[in-house]
């Protein structure tokens, strides 16, 4: 994943899917454009960071508390046989980093909520 960069002010980047969590929406190696910071909603596709430091794409759930009562979202793979907020719990709303907005490549597309 690339560090933001500004266009217009708007700060945007780059992810790669890595796996099959996605699938079949997308797809390990499909390049993503990532706009940080956006306003998370249920069905978006995010960028996130897990507890461990692990970065992963997935998709927002829904909202939820951590354990000390702070907001948190619940991110789901889209391949249920993928590791998630099943296996690893609410993610603090800090660690979703971004949205992805399109993919870029193989077969660009805008990302549409589900």
């Known amino acids: 994943m690339s560090s933001p960069l500004q266009v217009a002010r708007i700060p945007v980047g780059w992810a790669v899917v890595r796996g099959d969590s ?3 929406g997308l797809a390990d190696g499909d390049r993503l454009l990532v706009r940080y ?8 596709v995010v960028v996130a ?7 992963a ?4 759930a829904d909202r ?4 000390d009562g702070g907001a948190a979202w619940w991110l789901l793979g889209d391949n249920p046989a993928g590791v998630d ?3 690893r719990g609410p993610v603090p709303e800090s660690d979703v ?3 992805a907005l399109a993919r870029v490549w193989p077969r660009p597309r ?5």
Not at 64 to 67: A, F, L, N, S
């Open 57 to 60: 794409v997935k998709r927002a």
């Open 97 to 99: 980093l971004g949205v």
């Open 110 to 114: 805008r990302l549409r909520a589900d």
């Open 22 to 24: 996605m699938r079949p």
């Open 64 to 67: 939820r508390t951590t354990r």
């Open 85 to 87: 907020s099943r296996h």
């Open 37 to 44: 910071g956006a306003r998370v909603r249920p069905g978006v």
């Open 49 to 55: 960071r897990f507890r461990d430091g692990t970065l």
